[in-house]
Nanobody, 126 residues
């Protein structure tokens, strides 16, 4: 059974930093892409970042480019999202997701992901 467990969310002031973790069990992620999405109250879930394990290639939404960094640790089967220079607009529930099949390159839509974590709340105060 595949499980994704996020951690690291919390309350932070604008300009601060947080690092989210997503630990995957039940599947070796080395051949899969992984992504981060977020959903703010009253809004649709939106893509944040993706990483392709094979080459460590990454892709970011314009809204977080230059502030967020996604990395992975194959040995720990874990992906991270380092969030710097946080803004109040970054407040949302953040979800990690595992690509629906091997070989997907930097998927950016929800339907390209097959497994999801439970989400972790990030709140940025002004």
């Amino acid at each position: 059974q595949v499980q994704l467990v996020e951690s690291g969310g919390g309350l932070v002031q604008a300009g601060g930093s947080l690092r989210l973790s997503c630990a995957v069990s039940g599947r070796t992620v080395s051949s899969y892409a992984m992504g981060w999405f977020r959903q703010a109250p009253g809004k649709e879930r939106e893509f944040v970042a993706a990483i392709s394990w094979s080459g460590g290639v990454t892709y970011y939404a314009d809204s977080v480019k230059g502030r967020f960094t996604v990395t992975g640790d194959n040995a720990k089967n874990t992906v991270y999202l380092q969030m710097n220079s946080l803004e109040t607009e970054d407040t949302a529930v953040y979800y990690c997701a595992l690509g629906a099949r091997r070989g997907l390159v930097l998927p950016r839509t929800s339907r390209e992901y097959g497994y999801w974590g439970q989400g972790t709340q990030v709140t940025v105060s002004s």
